[in-house]
């Protein structure tokens, strides 16, 4: 096989994958809008992808806005902008960081263990099971994950962002010793409720890519239980480079709309 064979069945497996996803989005989506919604799946799905995945997301904010606070101190400190960290943590927080890493550890905690209880339903003939009982799959399965996941995530993100400032002023103040006064006023100075409304986009975007990836890798598996773990690993790297290669985009476009200061 040559490069650009390689190339092209690669680029055609990619636009194939696509599809599907998209596929699936939009299966999902007419089936909410005709309004057939499971409440009671759906609270249960609430509490598996919002409630449990509260501690990982809190941890990683946190301890990312703390050392993020040292090593802007450690720099700015060479130029006597000591009291400038706050600001620029938390837009990093509330623009990049919080967004990121509470989708990539949800993708980690809830996308892998979606695809893996929907892939054993597949390679179990459960969801076969399903259709002979003229249950439609996506209604049952992933609408209220996706419902859930949509409910969730954006107070997910603000969670992550809003313990990164936290830590930060904790690390800031206590430990290197920045002025909590001017830390706290220059932090409110520049941060915009823009700010917040740019976490909550890209947490819904997130959301999105998390749930019908991985609904999607899980519908799709097949070859027993080693099939369900290439699906289970799918699901996070795909997930992963997915949230950050969108992240991109959403940032050039955001920023557009809603500039920085």
């Not at 299966?27 to 990982?56: C, H, K, N």
């Not at 609904?215 to 239980?225: I, V």
Request: glycine residues 10%; aromatic residues 10%.
């Amino acid at each position: 096989m040559t490069v650009a064979e390689f190339t092209v069945r690669l680029f055609v497996k990619f636009l194939a994958f696509l599809g599907q996803v998209a596929a699936l989005a939009g299966e999902t989506l007419l089936s909410i809008g005709a309004g057939r919604i499971r409440p009671r799946l759906v609270i249960q799905q609430i509490a598996e992808i919002g409630f449990r995945s509260q501690l990982v997301v809190i941890v990683t904010g946190a301890f990312t806005g703390a050392v993020f606070t040292a090593q802007a101190f450690f720099q700015f400190d060479v130029l006597n902008m000591e009291t400038a960290v706050g600001p620029v943590v938390a837009l990093s927080m509330f623009r990049e960081l919080g967004p990121v890493l509470a989708g990539v550890m949800v993708a980690g905690r809830v996308g892998a263990a979606m695809t893996a209880e929907i892939g054993t339903m597949k390679v179990t003939q459960q969801i076969d099971a399903l259709r002979a009982l003229a249950v439609n799959p996506v209604d049952y399965l992933v609408v209220p994950r996706a419902l859930a996941m949509f409910i969730s995530m954006p107070f997910l993100v603000v969670e992550c962002a809003g313990f990164g400032i936290l830590a930060s002023y904790y690390v800031g103040v206590e430990v290197l010793g920045i002025q909590g006064a001017y830390f706290f006023a220059n932090t409110q100075k520049f941060s915009e409720s823009s700010d917040i409304i740019m976490t909550l986009v890209k947490g819904f975007f997130f959301a999105a890519i998390v749930v019908f990836i991985s609904c999607r890798e899980g519908l799709e598996a097949k070859n027993g239980a080693v099939g369900v773990g290439r699906a289970t690993t799918a699901t996070v790297v795909n997930c992963s480079l997915a949230i950050l290669i969108v992240n991109f985009f959403l940032t050039m476009a955001l920023n557009i709309v809603f500039p920085a200061g």
